[in-house]
């Protein structure tokens, strides 16, 4: 049986001066026809922390029904999920490379757009 997996938005690999159009574009705000299923993977620095720009504009996306996975591109170190990521509505990455995060949330989407459940995904695997 083959599963047609949830569409996703490439990561959001952008410099620390980035601001908030360049985070929304990166994240497919904006486009006609976007679904609740539209998802990306904001790229930040270790420890996978986004500039204030950037944090406002995921925060926004993840408000308005995008899932919003945070992750480093750092060589080492995790995205903890912590009470500001929570409470923005934000996935922590954990220990996954925005690449392998993309694929978890991919296979999440299709089973489920609950943040709890895809942040628990995170964690287990």
Request: proline share 7%.
């Amino acid at each position: 049986m083959c599963t047609v997996l949830p569409s996703t938005n490439h990561s959001a690999w952008q410099p620390r001066e980035a601001g908030p159009a360049a985070s929304n574009r990166a994240i497919g705000r904006g486009r006609s026809g976007s679904e609740t299923s539209n998802s990306s993977k904001p790229a930040g620095f270790a420890p996978g922390s986004p500039t204030p720009d950037q944090r406002e504009a995921f925060t926004e996306a993840a408000q308005s029904g995008v899932v919003v996975v945070q992750c480093s591109r750092a060589a080492s170190g995790r995205v903890a999920p912590r009470r500001h990521l929570r409470e923005a509505g934000l996935v922590a990455g954990e220990d996954f490379s925005p690449q392998k995060a993309r694929i978890l949330l991919m296979l999440m989407l299709t089973t489920t757009s609950d943040i709890a459940e895809i942040q628990q995904a995170f964690q287990t695997y």
